[in-house]
Each structure stands twice: as C-alpha cells, then as structure tokens.
Antibody, heavy 118, light 107 residues
Framework: EVQLVESGGGLVQPGGSLRLSCAAS????????MSWVRQAPGKGLERVAT????????SYADSVQGRFTISRDNSKNTLYLQMNNLRAEDTAVYYC???????????WGQGTLVPVSP | IVLTQSPGTLSLSPGERGTLSCRAS???????LAWYQQKAGQAPRLLIY???TRATGIPDRFSGSGSETDFTLTISRLEPEDLAVYYC?????????FGQGTRLEIK
C-alpha cells in the first residue's frame, strides 16, 4: 500500500524557517517524480515545487522561488521541503504528492499545517 | 496555463446528474488533464487522468471528457457522499496548475 506521511509543520514567525519531510512507503520511491502542493485556509490547490526521480532537476512556483528548496533522499525514501524567509501568505496545509510534470498526482499525503504568524 | 472552473458552486439532489466544466487559457493535451475530489478535512483524491481514464477504485458514475481548452467532469446519479470540492489540473506544461475548484452541494 502506497503511503505518504508528512511531518515538520507547526507555528513559525514571519521571516523564520521550517523543514517539512514526507516519508514514503509501499512503492519504489526512487522511480517517481515528487511534488509539494499547498492549500491556504479556505482556498484552492497550488503546486509549490517538483523534483525529478533522481533529484537532478527541480521546479518551483514563482511565489516561492528563491525561498523554498525541494530535495529528496532516495536511500531514506524521504522528500523534503526547506522553507526560508516565511511570510504570512505561506500559511497553508502542505501536501506531498507522488507525481510531477507529465506524471499525474496519484497519491497524496494527509498534509501538515504551517501557520506563519507573529 | 490558467484553468477556469464553472460553476463555482453546484447544488443538486441525489440521483441527479452533475456537469462540471474546466476551461483552459490555451490548449492542453488531454493526456495531461486530471480531476481530483477533495472532501472536507481530507487530502485530494485522484478521480480522472488523461481527461477520461478513471483512477483505481473510482466508480463508473464519474466520467471525464473534452479536449484542447474545454474539459468536463460528469457525475451521474449523484450520491450524498459526492459532497466535495472538485479540481481540474493540467500537468503537461510547466508550471503545473489547478483550477480554482467547483463546490458540489447535495440538497
């Protein structure tokens, strides 16, 4: 059974940093593109970042470019999102999802909440 | 690519047919058009990919169609459990984008 479990969310002050993790199981993690998608309270879905299967290429939404970094450790079956210089508008539930460009997002984690507030 | 979904909210009775629209600002390969269902407090769930292929375990009440800039998700014989927000997504051209969602209410 495919499982994606996010962790690392929590309250952070504006300008602060946080690293999210997503532990994957039930499939060959190194064979798949992975993405982070966020959802602000009461709002829709926004793809934040995507990484290729071997970590060789990444892409970001304009809203986070230069502040967020997606990475992965295939030996640990884990996806990461390093978030720096956080802003109030980054407040959201962050989901990891299996998929990326030209690959449908077929499995999603349960999400982790990141409130950014003084 | 901007995806515009309509209507914003759809209110129907059980047993009725629901038609949700997704319009793209430029042509999208149907190969890379998906629909997701998100129930309150839950993560999104893949319903349809490749514009018309149902994901594993999705009942045949759900069907997708369309091409280029106009795509449709049809839910025949609505059931109370279909209460959710439905999102379309294009994942063929960077950046990957989602529509703003259609909220389906069951009367």
């Amino acid at each position: 059974e495919v499982q994606l479990v996010e962790s690392g969310g929590g309250l952070v002050q504006p300008g602060g940093s946080l690293r999210l993790s997503c532990a994957a199981s039930g499939f060959t993690f190194s064979g798949y593109k992975m993405s982070w998608v966020r959802q602000a309270p009461g709002k829709g879905l926004e793809r934040v970042a995507t990484i290729t299967d071997n970590g060789g290429a990444t892409s970001y939404a304009d809203s986070v470019q230069g502040r967020f970094t997606i990475s992965r450790d295939n030996s640990k079956n884990t996806l990461y999102l390093q978030m720096n210089n956080l802003r109030a508008e980054d407040t959201a539930v962050y989901y990891c999802a299996r998929g990326g460009l030209a690959v449908v997002f077929d499995y999603w984690g349960q999400g982790t909440l990141v409130p950014v507030s003084p | 690519i901007v995806l515009t979904q309509s209507p914003g909210t759809l209110s129907l009775s059980p047993g009725e047919r629901g038609t949700l629209s997704c319009r793209a600002s430029q042509s999208v390969s149907r190969t890379y058009l998906a629909w997701y269902q998100q129930k309150a407090g839950q993560a999104p769930r893949l319903l349809i990919y490749g514009a018309s292929t149902r994901a594993t375990g999705i009942p045949d009440r759900f069907s997708g169609s369309g091409s280029e800039t106009d795509f449709t998700l049809t839910i025949s014989r609505l059931e109370p459990e279909d209460l959710a927000v439905y999102y379309c997504q294009q994942y063929g051209i960077s950046p990957i984008t989602f529509g703003q969602g259609t909220r389906l209410e069951i009367k």
